[in-house]
């Protein structure tokens, strides 16, 4: 398996998540409660939107501690090999999501159960 294209890739993405992280965390700011400012509908989606936000911030972060996982497995030569059963995780998969932590066989079986 071709580790470097992985590599490339991991660390494309996780530049690109750290670009849109830092574009909203303005976006991100308390939300005013000041109803002669802004009416009640105005702050229901105001805050609807905030907490979409949050979430979206959350996964993102989340993608980057799987990246560095990823990154450090590269490092260490256990990239590739599905955390459950220790099989080599089809290259495709890894194509899909360079940070797949889980073969698809394993990966089914966490979802169901």
Request: charged share 30%.
């Given at each position: 398996m071709n580790t470097d294209r992985f590599r490339k890739l991991l660390q494309q993405q996780r530049q690109e998540i750290l670009e849109v992280l830092d574009s909203g965390k303005s976006a991100a700011g308390t939300v005013k409660l000041d109803?002669?400012?802004?009416?009640r509908l105005s702050r229901m989606d105001a805050l609807q939107s905030q907490a979409m936000l949050q979430e979206a911030t959350r996964r993102r972060e989340q993608s980057l501690?799987?990246?560095d996982e990823s990154l450090s497995k590269i490092e260490s030569g256990d990239y590739g090999?599905?955390?459950v059963c220790g099989e080599e995780i089809a290259?495709?998969?890894?194509?899909?999501?360079?940070?797949?932590?889980?073969?698809?066989?394993?990966k089914s079986k966490l979802e169901q159960g």
């Amino acid at each position: 398996m071709n580790t470097d294209r992985f590599r490339k890739l991991l660390q494309q993405q996780r530049q690109e998540i750290l670009e849109v992280l830092d574009s909203g965390k303005s976006a991100a700011g308390t939300v005013k409660l000041d109803q002669t400012s802004v009416g009640r509908l105005s702050r229901m989606d105001a805050l609807q939107s905030q907490a979409m936000l949050q979430e979206a911030t959350r996964r993102r972060e989340q993608s980057l501690l799987d990246i560095d996982e990823s990154l450090s497995k590269i490092e260490s030569g256990d990239y590739g090999f599905c955390e459950v059963c220790g099989e080599e995780i089809a290259e495709k998969r890894l194509q899909f999501d360079p940070a797949v932590r889980y073969c698809i066989g394993c990966k089914s079986k966490l979802e169901q159960g």
